[in-house]
Nanobody, 123 residues
Framework: VQLQASGGGSVQAGGSLRLSCAAY????????MGWFRQAPGKEREFVAA???????YYADSVKGRSTISRDNHQKMVYLQMNSLKPEDTAVYYC??????????????????WGQGTLVTVSR
């Protein structure tokens, strides 16, 4: 299994970015796909997740500003982030979780991780 995240960059506060994640080597329909982020000196935290059927989950910190989506045919997952704030600055990770019961908000419940893409938001 391989997850390749891309789309990070540097933007000013109020700007937008779209992160992408390509998934290889997994039966995409069996996986919940998620995005996490880790800021310097902080723990990795949940950002958003989406099931095969399109049910979405968001952290309160990004709700209303971000949209997670997936293209099941192309095995891609996206995170559209708008109205970015300096506190959104972090390395963003794409993750895959084999579909099962339990907590989708916890990083330890995810089975596979991408390499991360850096998002920097300046004032």
């Amino acid at each position: 299994v391989q997850l390749q995240a891309s789309g990070g960059g540097s933007v000013q506060a109020g700007g937008s970015l779209r992160l992408s994640c390509a998934a290889y080597g997994l039966t995409f329909s069996n996986y919940v796909m998620g995005w996490f982020r880790q800021a310097p000196g902080k723990e990795r935290e949940f950002v958003a997740a989406i099931t095969w059927g399109g049910r979405t989950y968001y952290a309160d910190s990004v709700k209303g500003r971000s949209t997670i989506s997936r293209d099941n045919h192309q095995k891609m997952v996206y995170l559209q982030m708008n109205s970015l704030k300096p506190e959104d600055t972090a390395v963003y990770y794409c993750a895959a979780r084999y579909y099962r019961g339990g907590d989708i908000y916890t990083s330890s419940s995810y089975d596979n991780w991408g390499q991360g893409t850096l998002v920097t938001v300046s004032r």
